[in-house]
């Protein structure tokens, strides 16, 4: 999406309960050309960002793939940013958020192909592993939403849809005891 | 900032093509501020309309999940927080009929005697235009109102006033953990006073804390304005209206005389009024104010949107060897520390003061969940701390005085919403003693986890929480926006209930403040009505 329109985009700190960085005040990011979530009717190119969400969310959170990480993030993208669920809206961070999503999938992207040659789905778990722990480092280039909050974001998507649900609650052993039980988990 | 005002006059917008059959009394926000006033002055004999821009939550669409919460927030895409400490603003705001009050957790606590001048006492920040004994009734009243649980001789902090209607929750094992900690180090603590509901009370059920609170009550134990203020409201006669964006406030001749909005078809309104009350929380209202006129409506002081406050906030975590079940409970706190609340600047160190809140119950996701307690997890080695936290893990929550400054504002930006309104700049530094008191927290919070027993002991990243300030109230119309009253001092027909108003923020929640104040602002009305309407 980087040849798409660019846009300077204030960039404030992931604030409230989150607040864990401070943040560059002013970066350029890739915007969307809208809010709409990939569908059959969109190019291929629009369907390798959300393959690249999907392989990063896994790594985060193993599971998030089969959990279905990129339905929860794409079918949220496509609501009007009122009634979205996706965490994103913790960290002020301003709609729509699909851009967000672009550029950080396209920045691992770069990130993968210059450190390993090829683009992220196609790296190997271990240089997966070993790109998360570079790019947190800091000690490699990084050219999209800034790496801290895009990995705050996208682990908080894997933990929804891993441990959020009432799958999840099982899993590490916390009573669920709904009131009212989500009739869908999203 | 920018010139906010879009249309012209006041007189060009009376002519618009929809004007709607006057009330006495438009109330911009349906919280538990706007249902308060709603529900008083209804009882009074007004004609009330309530305009809320949100849905028209019920309790059965507060579904329990962390995921489904957050279309309870509002406030979306409407504000950019910055700054070296930026205020949270998506978590805090709300959205719909109940407001921030349908996910709010309902810790309620009075302030203290000495929060309401600690200007005269000590120098140092504002003073209130009104004392702790001129609040004392409502926060009697408040409690009856909604219910409230607690033990108010157990709080040995707490400022005379009437014993809470209801016993505390039961304590649960992560909250009895962390007593031994306090306990250890000589710290005294209490049940946390809280507006949830420890056994049936008007009609609700007691609390089955299973720790919903965040997602919304929908049970109804948690007091929040769906099944208090509201229903007594629309019982009285007050209408409230949903889907309905204000745009701004109509005045002329120096007297406020309705507002313009949009529908939820896009239809644009205009509402006349005897009187405007704007309840629509911290930031909205100071943003519709400053689109309402040149240099901003009720704003002869150059105030409205200056002194935006918050409360320190840091969360401080312990895993203990044995059980801490720490899904159990509500979310807030089932035990409360007072020890450091006082604002007495001769304790030396810090000036103001913190509160803890004890025994905080969790969930595993979300922005104050599991595992965001250790963010820095990924991997195999998150998913061992899940399993082993979901059993183990012990919080506490701290809340501290904040920075009062003319310099933590809000602004129009040029950036317009969808309904053409300015997005607004919300700007907050906290000075450095706001640093120092929660670096003498977080020393004395893993103190604390270690004396109760904890293996390993750490602490959040320091952030914020709560929202006043931005029209505070004062005496004198040049340093403040509003009476304390809530009556602007520039329009003697359009008020202000909101956490807005406050001045200074104490260490405590600042909700149960906010009911009380503006059940005394709602009670003024009506005794006066014939003087400003």
């Known amino acids: 999406m980087r040849e798409n329109i660019t846009r300077k985009v204030f960039l404030r700190q992931a604030a409230g309960f989150g607040a864990l960085l401070a943040w560059a005040s002013l970066v350029t990011v890739g915007a969307p050309p809208s809010t709409a979530s990939p569908s059959s009717a969109e190019p291929p190119a629009a369907l390798e960002w959300t393959r690249t969400i999907e392989a990063w969310c896994d790594l985060l959170v193993p ?31 301003p709609p729509p958020w699909a851009g967000f999503y672009q550029a950080g999938a396209n920045a691992l992207d770069a990130a993968s192909r210059a450190r390993f040659g090829v683009p992220f789905v196609m790296s190997s778990g271990a240089q997966r592993s070993d790109l998360l722990d570079i790019l947190s480092r800091g000690e490699l280039s990084w050219d999209g939403p800034p790496f801290a909050l895009f990995r705050l974001v996208t682990r ?21 005891r709904p009131q009212i039980e989500p009739v869908t988990s999203w | 900032m920018v010139n906010a005002v879009r249309a012209t006059s006041g007189d ?7 004007g709607d059959r006057a009330v006495d009394a438009v109330i911009v926000g349906a919280g538990y501020a706007g249902s308060i006033v709603a529900r008083e002055l ?17 309790s059965r669409d507060l579904v329990s999940s962390q995921i489904w919460s957050r279309r309870l927030r509002g ?13 949270g603003i998506g978590f805090n705001l709300g959205r719909g009929m109940g407001g921030a009050g349908i996910h709010h957790y309902a810790g309620w606590f009075r302030m203290h005697a000495a929060d309401f001048d600690v200007r005269t006492r000590y120098g140092w920040q504002l003073d209130w235009p009104l004392g702790y004994d001129d609040l004392r009734p409502y926060y009697d009243r408040a409690q009856r109102d909604v219910g409230m649980s607690g033990d108010a001789r157990a709080e040995v902090w707490r400022p005379p006033g009437a014993p809470y209607p209801l016993p505390p929750l039961p304590l649960q094992a992560h909250g009895r953990i962390l007593k031994r900690g306090f306990d250890a180090l000589g710290l005294r603590t209490s049940p946390a006073p809280q507006a949830i509901l420890s056994r049936p009370y008007k009609g609700r059920p007691a609390c089955d804390l299973n720790g919903w609170c965040d997602s919304g009550c929908s049970i109804g134990a948690l007091g929040n304005p769906l099944v208090t203020f509201i229903p007594e409201a629309k019982q009285a006669g007050a209408e409230f209206r949903t889907g309905i964006h204000v745009l701004r406030v109509l005045s002329r001749r120096g007297r406020a005389s309705g507002v313009e909005y949009v529908d939820d078809r896009g239809r644009r309104h205009v509402q006349e009024a005897k009187v405007v009350v704007l309840a629509a929380f911290a930031l909205e209202t100071p943003r519709l104010l400053l689109n309402s006129a040149e240099g901003g409506l009720a704003n002869s002081s150059g105030l409205v949107g200056r002194f935006i406050h918050v409360h320190a906030l840091l969360s401080l975590y312990g895993l203990f060897a044995e059980r801490t079940d720490i899904g159990r409970g509500p979310t807030g706190a089932q035990l409360l520390c007072q020890e450091d609340h006082d604002s007495d600047p001769a304790k030396g160190g810090y000036f103001g003061g913190y509160q803890w809140l004890i025994g905080t119950s969790k969930k595993p996701n979300d922005l104050a969940g599991i595992a965001m307690s250790r963010a820095d997890l990924d991997g195999a080695r998150l998913d061992a701390f899940m399993r082993r936290a979901s059993g183990h893990l012990a919080s506490m929550d701290l809340i501290g005085t904040g920075t009062v400054s003319a310099d933590n504002r809000l602004t129009l930006l040029d950036e317009r919403d969808e309904h ?13 003693n706001a640093h120092a008191l929660q670096d003498a927290a977080l020393a004395q919070g893993l103190e604390i986890m270690h004396a109760a027993g904890a293996t390993e002991a750490w602490a959040g990243a320091r952030a914020t929480a709560h929202i006043m300030g931005g029209t505070i109230m004062g005496n004198h119309p040049r340093t403040s926006v509003v009476t304390s009253h809530g009556q602007t001092h520039d329009l003697e027909n359009l008020f202000i209930a909101t956490p807005g108003v406050f001045p200074t923020g104490s260490s405590v929640n600042p909700t149960f403040t906010q009911v009380a104040w503006t059940l005394r602002s709602a009670e003024y009305m009506t005794r006066h009505w014939r003087d400003f309407a």
């Open chain 2, 42 to 58: 209804a009882r009074a004999g007004k004609r009330v309309l309530v305009l809320e821009s949100g849905p028209d939550w019920q």
């Open chain 2, 75 to 87: 406030g979306t895409g409407l504000y950019r927080s910055q700054g070296r400490d930026p205020v």
């Open chain 2, 420 to 432: 053409g309104m300015p997005i607004a700049m919300v700007t907050h530094d906290h000075d450095d």
């Open chain 1, 156 to 176: 908080g998507d894997a933990i929804d849809v891993v441990y959020g649900v009432p799958a999840g609650y099982a899993h590490i052993g916390l009573p669920y």
């Open chain 2, 12 to 18: 060009a917008i009376g002519r618009s093509p929809s």
């Open chain 1, 63 to 93: 599971g998030a793939a089969d959990h279905g990480v990129v339905d929860f993030v794409t079918t949220q993208l496509a609501k009007k940013p009122d009634d979205a669920l996706l965490g994103i809206r913790y960290f002020d961070w």
